[in-house]
């Protein structure tokens, strides 16, 4: 059974900082692609950034130069570390796997973000 459980959300200033993980247990990590989405309130599904099991990285415009995506491959653990955040940056972000480009095939439940003075 995949399973896929975030971490790190929370409430931060604007210009702060969160870095966000997701361990992933019940897949062979080192083969999937990870990937972070974030969805707001009566928005749509937003897909931040992803990482390749090759190392390709790819992100939205919106958080590029701001937001990093990694992968510990020892751990299990895909992670996001969120800089300079806006409050536009707040929404539930959700962790997700596959073994395509596009990681749709499994998802986390999510971890709230909440960028706020």
């Known amino acids: 059974q995949v399973q896929l459980v975030e971490s790190g959300g929370g409430l931060v200033q604007p210009g702060g900082s969160l870095r966000l993980s997701c361990a992933a247990s019940?897949?062979?990590?080192?083969?999937?692609?990870m990937g972070w989405y974030r969805q707001a309130p009566g928005q749509q599904r937003e897909l931040v950034a992803t990482?390749?099991?090759?190392?390709?990285?790819d992100y939205v415009d919106s958080v590029k130069g701001r937001f990093t995506i990694s992968r510990d491959n020892a751990k299990n653990t895909v992670y996001l570390q969120m800089n300079s955040l806006k409050p536009e940056d707040t929404a539930v972000y959700y962790c997700?796997?596959?073994?395509?480009?596009?990681?749709?095939?499994?998802w986390g439940q999510g971890t709230q973000v909440t960028v706020s003075s």
């Open positions: 019940g897949v062979r990590f080192r083969l999937y692609t």
């Open positions: 997700s796997a596959g073994l395509y480009r596009l990681p749709v095939a499994h």
């Open positions: 990482i390749q099991a090759g190392g390709n990285i």
